[in-house]
C-alpha cells in the first residue's frame, strides 16, 4: 500500500488501491478476531505472588486436593471406649467419660469437614489417656490397710481373752497369776500400738502412691497439654493472620487491577471507535482524493502513510490490548484459585481453632476431673489417718492405763514392805537389846524384805519408762486429733483422777476399820466389865452358901467382898498397856490383828 501510494495516480491504480483497501480491511478484521494469546496457558504464579505482595508460599497453603486425616483421633476415640468403666475407680469417671467420648466424636467430624492431620492434636491427648487410664486402675487407699486392721483385730481378740482369764484370776486370788497376765496385756497393747504404727507408715506410703505421685504428674500433663495447645493455637493464628493478610494484599490487588482493566478496556473501546472513526474518515477523504487526485497527490501519500501508521498503531494497540486481556484473565484465574487457597487455609485454621478449643476443654476437663478424684482420695486417707488416730488414742489409753494401774499395785506394795521393813527392824533392835537369837530371823526377813522392795522399786522405774514413752508416742496423734477438733480426755488426767478415788477409797475404809477397832475395844471393856461383875456375884453366892454350910465360927476365916474385888482388879491389865509373858516380850508395842510385830511374821517365804 505505501508502494501504491508512492506511484502516479492512474485508474487502474486506482482500482488497485481501491481492491487492496478492501483485502486490508478484511485482513484487519480478520487480525482483530483471530488474534489470540492462549499459547500462554501457563501464567507465571511466582511474578504474580510478588506483584501481589503474597508472604506465604504455596506449599503453606491448604490445597483443595489435599484429604483429611483423622486415624489418630480415631485411635483416642477406641482407647476411651475400651477404658470406659475398667478399673477400681471408674464409677468417679463415668460423666467425664462419657462428655470425652462426645467430645472425641465432635474432633472426629470437625476433623472431616476439613482438610487436617489430627495426628498432631493426638499427640497432645495421648499422656491424658495413659494417666487417666493409671488413676482409674488404682487400688482403693483402704485396701492397703486390710491387712494390718486384721492384725489389730486379732490382737484385740487376744487382750479380751487375756482380761477374761486376769479377771478370773484374781477372782481366785491368784494374783502372781493375775501379775503375769498384765504383763502379757501390755505386751499385747504395745504390739497393737506398733501395728498401728505401721498403718502410719502404710498411709503415707500410700499417700505418695495413691495422691502426691499422680497429682503431680496430672499438673505436669495439664502444663504440657496447655503449653502444647498454646503452641497449636499460636501456630494456628499465625497462619490465620498470614492468610487473611496475604488475602486482603490480594483483594486489594484484585480490586487495583479490576480498576486498571476497566480503565483500560474503556480506553481500548474509546481508541478503537476513534480509530474506526479515521479510517471511515480516511476512506471518504480518500475518495475525495481521487476525484482531486492531480491537486492532492502529496496529499494522498501523506494521508496513506498516515493510514499505513495508523493501521501500525492499531495492530499494535490490539496486540497490547488482547495480551492485556489474556494476561488479565490469567490473573483472575490465579486471584480466584489463590483466594480459594487461602479461604480454605483460613477455613481449615478456624477449624483448627476450635478443635483445639475443644480438645482443651475435654483435656482440662479430665485434667480437673482426676484431680478431683485425687483430692477424694486425699480426704479419703485423711478420714482414715484420722480414725487410726483415734484407734491409736483408743490403744493408748488401754494401755497406759493397764501400765499405770500395775504401776499403782506396785507402789502401794512398796509402801507395805517399807511398813513390813519397818516393823521387821523394831523387832530386830527389841530382840537384840536382850541377846535373843530370833533377832537374826528378824535380820533377814528384813533383808529379804528388802530385796523384793528394790525389785519392786526397779520394776515400778521400768512401768514408769515405758508409760512416759507411750506418752511421747502418743504426741503426733494427741496434736492431730486436737487439730481435727475432737474432744478427749488424756490418759494421764485419767489414770491421775483413778488414782486420786483409789487414794480417798483407800482412806474411807481406813477410816471405817479404825471405827470398827475402837468399837472391838469398847465393846471387849464392857465384855470385861459384866464379866467381872458375873464373877462378883457367883463368888458372893458361893460365900454365902458356904456361911450357911460351915455356920457364923468360919465367917472370920472368909475374905471380905472389898478384898476380893480389890485382888481381881489387881489382876486385870490396864486397856491401854500390852502385857506380854515370857522373855523377849516388849511393852508399849502396838498390837496388830496378825499378832506382835505389826502383821510381820517371822522368818516369811513371802512378805
Known amino acids: 500500500m505505501q508502494k501504491l501510494h508512492q506511484q502516479t495516480f492512474a485508474q487502474k491504480q486506482r482500482a488497485e488501491v481501491v481492491r487492496n483497501l478492501q483485502k486490508a480491511g478484511e485482513l484487519l478484521q ?3 478476531e483471530g488474534i489470540n494469546f492462549t499459547q500462554l496457558k501457563k501464567f507465571n504464579v511466582a511474578k504474580y505472588m510478588i506483584d501481589c505482595n503474597q508472604e506465604m508460599g504455596i506449599r503453606e497453603l491448604t490445597k ?35 462428655m470425652a467420648l462426645e467430645q472425641t466424636e465432635k474432633i472426629i467430624g470437625l476433623f472431616s ?35 494390718a486392721e486384721e492384725d489389730v483385730k486379732r490382737m484385740k481378740f487376744n487382750i479380751e481373752e487375756c482380761s477374761q482369764a486376769q479377771a478370773q484370776a484374781i477372782a481366785d486370788g491368784e494374783m502372781k497369776e493375775a501379775e503375769t497376765f498384765y504383763y502379757k496385756k501390755i505386751e499385747m497393747q504395745e504390739t497393737i500400738s506398733d501395728l498401728v504404727k505401721k498403718k502410719f507408715e502404710l498411709i503415707d506410703k500410700e499417700e505418695v502412691t495413691a495422691f502426691k505421685i499422680p497429682i503431680k504428674r496430672v499438673h505436669e500433663t495439664h502444663n504440657k497439654a496447655n503449653i502444647d495447645i498454646s503452641n497449636i493455637l499460636k501456630k494456628k493464628e499465625r497462619l490465620r493472620k498470614r492468610a487473611e493478610d496475604d488475602l486482603g494484599r490480594l483483594l486489594n490487588e484484585l480490586e487495583k487491577v479490576n480498576l486498571e482493566d476497566y480503565n483500560a478496556t474503556k480506553h481500548y ?39 499505513f501508521d495508523e493501521v501500525k498503531r492499531r495492530t499494535k494497540l490490539f496486540e497490547r490490548e488482547e495480551k492485556r486481556r489474556v494476561e488479565y484473565q490469567h490473573f483472575l484465574d490465579f486471584c480466584n484459585q489463590h483466594k480459594q487457597l487461602l479461604e480454605l487455609t483460613i477455613t481449615n485454621c478456624e477449624t483448627a481453632e476450635e478443635i483445639t478449643d475443644t480438645l482443651d476443654a475435654l483435656i482440662s476437663s479430665g485434667c480437673n476431673t482426676i484431680e478431683r478424684r485425687l483430692r477424694e482420695i486425699e480426704k479419703e486417707m485423711e478420714e482414715e489417718r484420722l ?31 517399807e511398813k513390813k521393813i519397818q516393823t521387821a527392824h523394831i523387832q530386830q533392835e527389841f530382840y537384840m537389846e536382850t541377846f535373843n537369837p530370833k533377832a537374826k530371823e528378824w535380820s533377814n526377813q528384813k533383808k529379804e524384805l528388802q530385796g523384793i522392795k528394790q525389785d519392786m522399786e526397779n520394776q515400778v522405774g521400768t512401768l514408769r519408762g515405758k508409760g512416759m514413752q507411750y506418752v511421747e508416742w502418743f504426741q503426733p496423734s494427741e496434736k492431730a486429733l486436737i487439730e481435727a477438733g475432737r474432744e478427749f480426755k488424756h490418759p494421764v488426767e485419767e489414770l491421775k483422777e483413778i488414782n486420786e478415788t483409789r487414794q480417798n477409797k483407800l482412806i474411807e475404809y481406813h477410816e471405817l476399820m ?31 452358901v ?57 522368818p516369811a517365804n513371802e512378805p
Open 113 to 147: 469437614q476439613s482438610k487436617l492431620d489430627s495426628l498432631e492434636w493426638a499427640k497432645v491427648i495421648d499422656p491424658l489417656l495413659v494417666l487417666l487410664r493409671d488413676v482409674m486402675h488404682q487400688t482403693p487407699p483402704k485396701a492397703a490397710l486390710v491387712e
Open 30 to 32: 480478520g487480525f482483530e
Open 514 to 544: 479404825t471405827r470398827q477397832d475402837d468399837d472391838e475395844a469398847e465393846y471387849a471393856q464392857e465384855l470385861a466389865e459384866i464379866e467381872k461383875l458375873r464373877s462378883l456375884v457367883q463368888y458372893n453366892q458361893e460365900n454365902q
Open 387 to 417: 480414725a487410726t488416730h483415734d484407734e491409736y488414742f483408743q490403744s493408748f489409753r488401754k494401755m497406759y492405763l493397764t501400765i499405770g494401774d500395775l504401776q499403782y499395785k506396785k507402789e502401794r506394795h512398796i509402801e507395805e514392805l
Open 546 to 602: 458356904r456361911q450357911i454350910t460351915m455356920g457364923p465360927g468360919s465367917a472370920s476365916t472368909t475374905p471380905s467382898y472389898k478384898h476380893l474385888a480389890g485382888s481381881l482388879s489387881m489382876e486385870e491389865p490396864a486397856p491401854s498397856s500390852v502385857v506380854h509373858s515370857g522373855p523377849g516380850s516388849l511393852s508399849g508395842l502396838p498390837r496388830s490383828p496378825n499378832g506382835p510385830g505389826g502383821g510381820v511374821r517371822p
Open 269 to 307: 473501546v474509546d481508541d478503537k471507535e476513534k480509530s474506526s472513526f479515521l479510517l471511515k474518515e480516511n476512506m471518504q477523504q480518500q475518495e475525495a482524493c481521487w476525484k482531486k487526485i492531480e491537486e492532492m497527490e502529496k496529499e494522498l501519500m501523506r494521508l496513506g502513510q498516515a493510514r
Open 64 to 98: 483443595p486436593d489435599d484429604t483429611f486425616n483423622s486415624v489418630d483421633m480415631q485411635r483416642v476415640l477406641e482407647t476411651l471406649k475400651g477404658s470406659r468403666g475398667e478399673g477400681q475407680n471408674a464409677a468417679a469417671f463415668d460423666s467425664y467419660m462419657q
